[in-house]
């Protein structure tokens, strides 16, 4: 009977051999992530979905105030002629900014943008705050909601509004800001791969592929089941350009006026899609039990038994002072719930009924193996931490694997091609620089640049597209 039942749920799911793209909604919609709403393009957040996001956001938050940065909140609205201040910025959003026209039934003097993004908001707040060096680095960071008006969206991927976080920094000086954009970007590499097990590759975007307004943007790329890469966090040097445009001037210590120098970084709720794309398999959702909302489900074997639920609510009780853990009471067939929590990517489920009392053992299921480990009651609770840190440990080193085995090496266009259709993933492969080269790559392949690593390797000589002398070696990739 159990094994009817979880068929017939995970008859539910699509293969992700068979549709990738119906796989992945399929397992946000029936692991209770999200909701659609009546707005094209905006989702609803359901409760267990939120709680990763929740996770996510109180342990990166931690991790920013550690370091010195604190949390502060701007406007949703931005006044056009404000956006307008910083011409490279508003050019590069344009698209994709939604406009408010009318307050009630009056037509306002002004066009208000719906946040984008929050550069011109910070801009104005330092010019207004900052005048002597000893008001620096302002080390600030926000959470909220932003409004891009895309053309095709998915969850998690690519909506309408999404949350993020937002770093803005500023600085007295060039090497302050490089420093702060390189160690935020490694912030969010180890957050990427010790909490959300998520392995990631380090590198600068290239001229083309960079924040609009910024002298330098870098990022961290991942790569998910399909072989298809995301960016899962960018940090973007702005120099003193964003300084100049709205006149953030401060007295230094010899008392002359100079520009302060500015950060942007941020990451969001696409994080999400990454770890369902990377984790995931056609049972459902995986989690890594550090994001986990539930990292132990408690299911009551014959329950009706005596003696079992009682045991069960003081395993519950034992449990929930260290891990997060749920007991489900309710009158579900035991297999149903297995298959439940199994979608849910509920890292280990606890087994226990009267032979177990009786043996003074409880069994464990991993989530992510299937696993079935027999335990003793009198240790429960270390044996526990010690599965779930295991299980962490494998689900990154499984992607870690992945990673490497989709990443190529192609020095000829006909490699390159014959890469992506043979083993689509990561391709490294040399660039001389030019742009039209790196349009013409996307042209012919659909691949885009997605970064110039940080551990470069010399595969050639010479450019993957014109032939031509070329010293960046850099990683490709179709992408979300």
């Known amino acids: 009977m159990a094994k009817d039942i979880s068929e017939k749920l995970v008859a539910a799911i699509t293969s992700m051999d068979k549709d990738f793209a119906q796989w992945y909604t399929d397992i946000v919609k029936k692991a209770d992530l999200i909701d659609y709403s009546s707005v094209r393009g905006c989702m609803v957040l359901r409760p267990y979905g939120y709680a990763i996001w929740e996770l996510i956001q109180k342990q990166l938050d931690e991790r920013f105030k550690a370091s010195g940065h604190e949390n502060v909140y701007m406007p949703l609205f931005i006044p056009e002629s404000l956006l307008q201040k910083e011409k490279d910025h508003v050019e590069g959003f344009a698209p994709e900014v939604a406009w408010v026209t009318h307050g009630g039934s009056e037509k306002l003097t002004e066009r208000l943008c719906v946040r984008p993004t929050s550069e011109t908001l910070f801009c104005e707040h330092y010019a207004n705050i900052v005048q002597s060096y000893r008001d620096l680095p302002k080390l600030y960071n926000q959470w909220c909601s932003v409004v891009r008006w895309e053309k095709t969206t998915r969850p998690f991927l690519r909506s309408l509004e999404f949350l993020w976080q937002e770093g803005h920094t500023a600085h007295a000086t060039a090497l302050e800001a490089q420093e702060e954009t390189i160690n935020q970007l490694n912030e969010y590499a180890d957050f990427c791969e010790k909490v959300l097990a998520m392995p990631v590759i380090k590198g600068r975007k290239t001229e083309k592929e960079k924040f609009a307004g910024a002298e330098e943007t870098y990022t961290i790329e991942s790569l998910m089941h399909d072989g298809k890469a995301l960016q899962s966090g960018t940090s973007h040097n702005f120099g003193n350009g964003f300084a100049k445009a709205f006149n953030i001037q401060y007295t230094d210590k010899d008392n002359k006026l100079q520009y302060v120098h500015q950060t942007s970084w941020g990451v969001s709720t696409r994080l999400i899609g990454g770890i369902i794309m990377v984790h995931s398999d056609n049972n459902g959702l995986v989690l890594p039990p550090k994001v986990a909302p539930v990292q132990v489900i408690i299911i009551p074997i014959m329950m ?47 087994e226990i009924g009267p032979r177990d009392i009786e043996a003074n053992q409880a069994v464990l299921v991993r989530r992510d193996t299937r696993e079935k480990i027999i335990v003793s009651l009198d240790n429960i609770e270390n044996e526990i931490q010690n599965l779930l840190d295991k299980i962490q440990f494998d689900l990154y080193n499984k992607a870690l694997n992945h990673m490497n085995n989709k990443t190529a090496k192609a ?20 660039w001389c620089g030019n742009q039209e080269c790196e349009d013409i790559v996307k042209e012919k392949t659909g691949a885009t640049s997605r970064c110039m690593p940080f551990e470069q390797e010399h595969i050639s000589d010479k450019c993957i597209c014109c032939g031509k002398p070329a010293e960046k070696m850099v990683i490709w990739a179709k992408a979300y």
């Open 304 to 350: 009706k038994k005596e003696g079992v639920l009682e045991k069960s609510e003081q395993l519950y009780k034992k449990l929930s002072n260290t891990l997060r853990v749920k007991l489900d009471k309710s009158d579900k067939s035991p297999g149903w719930k297995y298959s439940e929590y199994e979608m849910k990517g509920v890292p280990v489920r606890l």
């Open 411 to 430: 020095e000829t266009m006909e490699e390159f091609e014959k890469i992506l259709k043979d083993n689509q993933g990561f391709i490294k492969a040399m």
